[in-house]
């Protein structure tokens, strides 16, 4: 509810007002060809970009938690966040944003367990 009423309120004092989706294409258009790869999903942190690429991959939060330095919880709390700050409801959302992104294809495999 206070997304909205913030997004009400900037549109009414002038402002553009743009979903996650919208504002990542925007972002890759204008850094197109100034020769300097964007990281995907600047919002996120560099750990919450990794457990994104670790899902894009089909892993799920106890093989990610696998990880050196993360617990399960600090997985689903990460998990959480991504969710957040994408505007996503979802995992399935969530992962396929990444995987138009790029992130989730560096083996070309999908692997759920190991």
């Known amino acids: ?4 009423s913030r997004a009400v309120s900037g549109v009414a004092a002038g402002h553009a007002v ?4 919208v504002a990542r294409r925007m972002r890759a258009f204008f850094t197109a ?3 300097v790869a964007a990281k995907p999903f600047p919002e ?10 670790l899902m ?3 892993l799920a939060n106890p093989v990610i938690a696998r990880r050196p330095f993360l617990s399960e919880k600090t997985v689903r709390n990460r998990v959480s966040s991504i969710f957040a700050k994408l505007g996503v409801a979802d995992r399935g959302e969530a992962i396929v944003m990444a995987r138009e992104a790029g992130l989730g294809a ?3 495999s999908l692997r759920t367990g190991s």
């Open 1 to 4: 509810m206070e997304e909205i």
């Open 33 to 35: 060809g100034s020769g």
């Open 44 to 53: 996120l942190s560099e750990r919450e970009r990794e457990v994104l690429d």
């Open 18 to 21: 743009y979903g996650p989706e």
């Open 106 to 108: 560096a083996n070309g």
């Open 56 to 58: 894009a991959r089909g």
